[in-house]
């Protein structure tokens, strides 16, 4: 039986706590320090500021990791009166900038929150933890950590809204004996209840919703400023092959998409597929979408002990609904995936994550679809 790991340290070890400014990684400091822990906070400068508010006098997107939000997360650590460290991360987000735009420039839809977590929340970060000597790492995820058969695991999030185990799935396991996320027990509300009892400014801050490097949702600029041969035009075809249209370069669309088409069908038509070879977009009818299974590549099991076949509950992007499926592995690091009942748009570059009930098996990136 997987029993959650223990909250309350006997002695005070160091943590490393990710402050992004947000209501949850600051709720998330406060409560390692209530429980005794000897906090150190870190904010990660990563050289992106979000776009001003528009004209109109509406709001700018949320995005994250702004002077901002660096302004209120020092604030948050005065008020705990804890170590507080602005660090230069932008060379090390550059390159996740350069994977998100070459990923579009493959025709690939990519998810840098799942790179993020993996190469610098949980990657360079934990060096910054090492060089000042703390045992654990912390952010303001909406997950859990727990014992079973004496190694940790990764559990979904209490709060099935908010649950975050899906962009975290490329943790690597040892790095888990070293992770807290204390806010991964509470729902939302809570966490925003904890922060009025904190006294914090943040209590009410809305939360980053968009890409933080994209916070006006413009995707195609940030590929085009850094992959402009992306950008070649090229046919729109049907599911025969003929051509229904023209489309200004493959990176304006992500399979499953339907508005932005610029065609006239009579009926509801979606992005099928994406052909970097032939430079084509094809297009069709919702149906065209479902497909029985996946092929997934460098695939990470956080539980080593499922056999090169089993069962699970499976998800293919961050809003998707698990579906059940059976997983064959493969020894060269890829697998194949077999829903049950077909599933809609599996995307490749999009991260798929295997789950038994709610703890995290292991998880891959999509690189084909089945039909």
Same mark, same amino acid.
């Given at each position: 039986?997987i029993?959650?790991?223990?909250?309350t340290?006997?002695?005070?070890?160091k943590?490393?706590?990710?402050?992004?400014?947000?209501?949850?990684?600051s709720?998330?400091?406060?409560?390692?320090r209530e429980q005794g822990?000897?906090?150190v906070g870190?904010?990660?400068?990563?050289?992106v500021?979000?776009p001003?508010?528009?004209e109109?006098?509406?709001?700018?997107r949320?995005g994250c990791?702004s002077?901002?939000?660096?302004?209120?997360a020092r604030?948050?650590a005065g008020?705990?009166d804890?170590?507080?460290?602005a660090?230069?991360?932008k060379?090390d987000?550059?390159e996740l900038?350069d994977?998100?735009?070459?990923?579009?420039?493959?025709?690939?839809?990519?998810?840098?929150c799942?790179?993020?977590?993996?190469?610098?929340?949980?990657?360079?970060l934990?060096?910054?933890?090492?060089?000042v000597?703390a045992r654990y790492?912390?952010?303001?995820?909406?997950?859990?950590v727990?014992?079973h058969?004496?190694?940790?695991v990764?559990r979904?999030?209490?709060?099935?809204?908010?649950d975050?185990?899906y962009?975290?799935f490329?943790i690597?396991?040892?790095?888990?004996?070293?992770?807290l996320?204390p806010?991964?027990a509470?729902?939302?509300?809570?966490?925003?209840?904890?922060?009025e009892r904190f006294g914090?400014?943040v209590?009410?801050?809305?939360d980053s919703v968009?890409?933080?490097?994209? %916070? *006006?949702r $413009?995707?195609?600029?940030?590929?085009?400023?850094?992959?402009p041969?992306?950008f070649?035009?090229?046919? /729109? &075809?049907?599911?025969?092959?003929?051509?229904?249209?023209?489309?200004d370069?493959?990176?304006?669309f992500?399979?499953g998409?339907?508005?932005g088409l610029g065609?006239?069908a009579?009926?509801?038509?979606?992005?099928?597929?994406?052909?970097?070879k032939?430079n084509?977009?094809?297009?069709?009818?919702?149906?065209?979408l479902?497909?029985?299974?996946?092929?997934?590549?460098?695939v990470?099991m956080?539980?080593?002990?499922?056999g090169?076949?089993?069962?699970?509950?499976?998800?293919?992007?961050?809003l998707?609904t698990a579906?059940p499926?059976t997983?064959?592995l493969? %020894? *060269?690091? $890829?697998c194949?995936?077999r829903?049950?009942?077909?599933q809609t748009?599996?995307?490749p570059?999009?991260? /798929? &994550?295997?789950?038994?009930?709610?703890?995290v098996l292991?998880?891959?990136?999509i690189?084909?679809p089945?039909?």
């Open positions: 039986m029993q959650d790991a223990a909250k340290p006997r002695s005070s070890p943590v490393v706590v990710a402050m992004s400014g947000g209501v949850d990684s709720v998330a400091a406060c409560l390692l822990y000897d906090v870190l904010f990660m400068r990563v050289g500021e979000p001003p508010a528009p109109n006098g509406g709001r700018a949320q990791c002077a901002a939000d660096a302004a209120d604030f948050v008020k705990l804890i170590p507080f460290f660090l230069n991360f060379d987000f550059d900038i994977y998100f735009a070459d990923e579009y420039a493959r025709a690939r839809t990519p998810n840098p799942v790179m993020c977590n993996q190469k610098l929340k949980f990657g360079k934990l060096d910054y933890a090492d060089a000597g790492i912390a952010t303001g995820h909406y997950a859990r727990a014992s058969d004496g190694r940790r990764l979904r999030g209490i709060d099935e809204r908010k975050q185990s962009v975290l490329g690597a396991p040892d790095v888990l004996d070293r992770v996320f806010v991964g509470l729902t939302k509300d809570q966490v925003r209840d904890e922060a914090l400014p209590s009410n801050k809305p968009e890409i933080c490097f994209v %916070p *006006d $413009d995707y195609a600029r940030v590929v085009k400023e850094r992959r041969d992306a070649r035009p090229g046919d /729109v &075809v049907d599911d025969r092959g003929d051509v229904v249209g023209q489309h370069g493959l990176a304006h992500t399979v998409q339907r508005r065609i006239a009579g009926v509801p038509i979606y992005v099928t597929q994406l052909n970097p032939t084509t977009v094809t297009v069709g009818h919702r149906d065209r479902h497909k029985t299974g996946l092929i997934a590549s460098d990470r956080l539980v080593p002990d499922t090169p076949a089993f069962r699970a509950d499976v998800q293919i992007r961050y998707h579906a499926a997983v064959t493969d %020894p *060269d690091g $890829d194949e995936i829903f049950d009942t077909p748009a599996p995307t570059g999009q991260a /798929v &994550v295997f789950y038994n009930g709610d703890t292991g998880g891959g990136w690189t084909q089945l039909d």
